[in-house]
Nanobody
């Protein structure tokens, strides 16, 4: 059974940084893409970033491009989201998800398993 556990969320002032982690277990290989999504109160869950199985390809939402960086370490079965220059509008619950289709997908329906999320709060 696949389990994804996010960590690293918290309260941060606007302009500062946070690094989110997602630890995966129950995966027998590294051939899967990973994505980060977020959901703010009263809003739909939205795509943030995704990385392919080897880490050679990434894609970002326009709203975070240039500020956020997704990375992974297959040996550690972990994915990270480095978030710099945070803005109040980045506040949300952040979720990591796994896509076994090996494609870089922005559509949340393409993802097979999800973590429980970690809260990010950005004060202005």
């Amino acid at each position: 059974q696949v389990q994804l556990v996010e960590s690293g969320g918290g309260l941060v002032q606007a302009g500062n940084s946070l690094r989110l982690s997602c630890a995966a277990s129950g995966l027998t290989s590294s051939r899967y893409s990973m994505g980060w999504f977020r959901q703010a109160p009263g809003k739909e869950r939205e795509f943030v970033a995704a990385i392919n199985w080897s880490g050679s390809d990434t894609t970002y939402a326009d709203s975070v491009k240039g500020r956020f960086t997704i990375s992974r370490d297959n040996a550690k079965k972990s994915v990270w989201l480095q978030m710099n220059s945070l803005k109040p509008e980045d506040a949300a619950v952040y979720y990591c998800a796994v896509d076994f289709a090996l494609s870089l997908q922005r559509n949340m329906n393409a993802y097979d398993d999800w973590g429980q999320g970690t809260q990010v709060t950005v004060s202005s």
